[in-house]
Nanobody, 123 residues
Framework: QVQLVESGGGLVQAGGSLRLSCAAS????????MGWFRQAPGKEREFVTF????????YYADSVKGRVTISRDNVNNTVYLQMNSLKPEDTAVYYC????????????????WGQGTQVTVSS
């Protein structure tokens, strides 16, 4: 089992920045990648970005590319999501996920989830 705890959400004005953190514990060696997804009310969970623990390769959704950066701290088993130039449409609950080698942009391919942290961007 892998436990994930997100933090760092909040209310920010459009154009502002936030940094989310996700601390992983438990059998972290079993996870191959860490990802961030988000879910707005009435919408399906949406891929944002992921990073592989080994090598650090990353992948971003087109909707956030250039505004968002994912990074990892292998020593502390923590993943960060730096979000800049935030827009009202970025408002959602942001979830951290841990997954195996087949993890993809589909939320169904991820194995473990955090409880989520609310990000609200006001216009």
């Amino acid at each position: 089992q892998v436990q994930l705890v997100e933090s760092g959400g909040g209310l920010v004005q459009a154009g502002g920045s936030l940094r989310l953190s996700c601390a992983a514990s438990g059998r972290t060696s079993s996870s191959y990648a860490m990802g961030w997804f988000r879910q707005a009310p009435g919408k399906e969970r949406e891929f944002v970005t992921f990073i592989r623990w080994s090598g650090g390769s990353t992948y971003y959704a087109d909707s956030v590319k250039g505004r968002v950066t994912i990074s990892r701290d292998n020593v502390n088993n923590t993943v960060y999501l730096q979000m800049n130039s935030l827009k009202p449409e970025d408002t959602a609950v942001y979830y951290c996920a841990a997954g195996g080698i087949f993890s993809s942009t589909s939320y169904r391919s991820w194995n473990y989830w955090g409880q989520g942290t609310q990000v609200t961007v006001s216009s």
